[in-house]
């Protein structure tokens, strides 16, 4: 069992970067503490896969230092770091029998038969795998096999931490869902460090107590399904988590607040003082849609959108509207009246995130994070 810690950790496969953008991972400092269950969320290449390598020794990080229990472990090869990995394609050895893919790591470590048999027999009952353990694995289906090489990661007493590497990409669709909760339920159990790579914002908040988001190389947020949901602190984690993500506008500060076009919308006082003391490049504006408030006609403050199509998505409606130019996206609920023609909206104070250079500004933050 092991807490993870990254310090400075930046990689590069050029050999001579010029700047950033070479770079997979930017210069990161995080922590998985030991026992957690934590998804590592993002799109595809922004480099989940060369951070978990880098954790799990496969690859060689070009600064910064992977820390498990304040221990530096960069000089020992993967075999000596007690970390399992488990990838998207199921590794199983074909030829042999499933009881013993699950007794190889054992019986590699010089374990006698009697205790090998005990924990093979242990781990097969948790996956659901004790009626297939006489069975050949290559006449496995593709979930039955992703299931020995986790089985094969979890026999081990000594792994510090498990890596999960997008594991159920070749699940078929109505197995990922027990597999999933087998997973938890494992995690549960045995209370290791489990750490599973997603681009899968749905896969992420079922399994995982924390999710670390991660945007062209950087980990922009880390923090629990619900604070990612209700307080981005990047524009990136607002439009890529939810569905459909945050609305973002361009705006540029006013008096007691921002505009867009002739549109002016209020902040709050601290907020507003917090913008005037700071140099930025670009000022957005974002509300999810979920929280864009539907008034039943005109009302004074409310600001008047023209409504472009309502599309029904069964349990609720996603509106699109056009609000001085700008497209503007609110999640309906099923019970809620339909605007026709027009929509008159606002957004809730306390919903509303302002973001400079990308980042949230918060009104009792001291700086504008980097
Ligand atoms: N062996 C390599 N040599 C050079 N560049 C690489 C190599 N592996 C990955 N990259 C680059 O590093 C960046 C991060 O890739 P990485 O595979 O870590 O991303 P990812 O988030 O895991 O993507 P995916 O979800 O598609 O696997 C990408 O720009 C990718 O093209």
Redesign the pocket.
Known sequence: MAEIRLRNLAHS?SREPAGAEDY?IREMNHVWAQGGAYALL?P????????LNIISGLLKPSHGEVLFDAKAVNALPPEQRNIAQVFQFPVVYDTMTVFDNLAFPLRNQGMAEPQVMSKVYEIAEVLELHPLLHRKARNLTADEKQKVSMGRGLVRDDVSAILFD?PLTVIDPHLKWKLRRKLKQIHEQFNITMVYVT?DQLEASTFADKIAVMYGGQIVQFGTPRELFERPSHTFVGYFIGSPGMNLIDVSPCEGGVRFADTQVALSAALTRRLAGMTWKNLKIGIRPEFVHVWDGPYEGALRAEVLHVEDLGTYKILSLQLDGQPIKVRLQEDQAVPQKLAYISFPAQWLMLYADDYLVDEGQAEVAP
Do not use: D, I, M, V
């Open positions: 496969y997979a993002g595809s290449g922004c480099g989940k896969s060369t951070l997008e681009h």
